[in-house]
């Protein structure tokens, strides 16, 4: 199985701070990475696919990078509705995997 | 627009069977655009992908769960299922479907809570 190790666990930053989290990929995936954003009690949300790509209707201050084994998602300028925990995962082959999660929390 | 929302018990007794049930309306699991996955995420933990069905009955699991799991389609009630067998305190989680569009799962349905107990 493909591990997915996202940097760091836990987050703690402040409204209009620029935040970046890292996804490594244990091979590489070229680039069949997508993000998704997931708050208490609520499935996960799509934010960005194909390591770079926007979904629809996710605001333009989250942007994707990376190919292989090196990810990152930045969030250009946190709002008070991005404190939420983000997951990395890799449909490169199956079994599809997730990354452990990262917490971003308010300082 | 595509919506999914999962069904069942949400109290299943270990060594049972857990059986799910995923209803989607706004289109129809006969497309064949696309895979429609179960994900389960223990509490507190990150997603585990369970596996994929396809609407003509192909199917690829978890190997870690291969040996237990079964996932059905049916096309008239445009539903999937999932059943889970001989459950543990381990197979305690939030159960969700999926469809994988595009390479990446959206939308997700809204999941059901199964917890594993005597």
């Known amino acids: 199985d493909i591990q997915l190790t996202q940097s760091p666990s836990f987050l703690s930053a402040s409204v209009g701070d620029r935040v970046t989290i890292t996804c490594r990929a244990s091979?590489?995936?070229?680039?069949?990475l997508a993000w998704y954003q997931q708050k208490p009690g609520k499935a996960p949300k799509l934010l960005i696919y194909?390591?770079?790509t926007l979904q629809s209707g996710v605001p333009s201050r989250f942007s994707g990078f990376g190919s292989g084994t090196e990810f990152t998602l930045t969030i250009s300028s946190l709002q008070p509705e991005d404190f939420a925990t983000y997951y990395c995962?890799?449909?490169?082959?199956?079994?599809?995997?997730f990354g452990q999660g990262t917490k971003l929390e308010i300082k | 627009q595509v919506q999914l929302q999962e069904s069942g018990p949400g109290l299943v007794k270990p060594s049972e069977t857990l059986s799910l049930t995923c209803s989607v309306s706004?289109?129809?699991?006969?497309?064949?655009?696309?895979?429609w996955s179960w994900i389960r995420q223990p509490p507190g933990k990150g997603p585990e992908w369970i596996g994929y069905?396809?609407?003509?009955?192909?199917?690829n699991y978890n190997p870690s769960l291969k040996s237990r799991v079964t996932m059905s389609v049916d096309t008239s009630k445009n539903q999937l299922s999932l059943k889970l067998s001989s459950v543990s305190a381990a197979d305690t989680a939030m159960y969700y479907c999926?469809?994988?569009?595009?390479?990446?799962?959206?939308?997700w349905g809204q999941g059901t809570l199964v917890t594993v107990s005597s």
């Open positions: 091979q590489g995936i070229s680039s069949y």
């Open positions: 995962q890799q449909l490169n082959s199956y079994p599809y995997t």
């Open positions: 706004g289109g129809s699991v006969s497309s064949g655009n696309y895979y």
């Open positions: 999926a469809r994988e569009n595009g390479g990446a799962f959206d939308p």
């Open positions: 069905m396809y609407y003509s009955g192909r199917t």
């Open positions: 194909a390591a770079s």
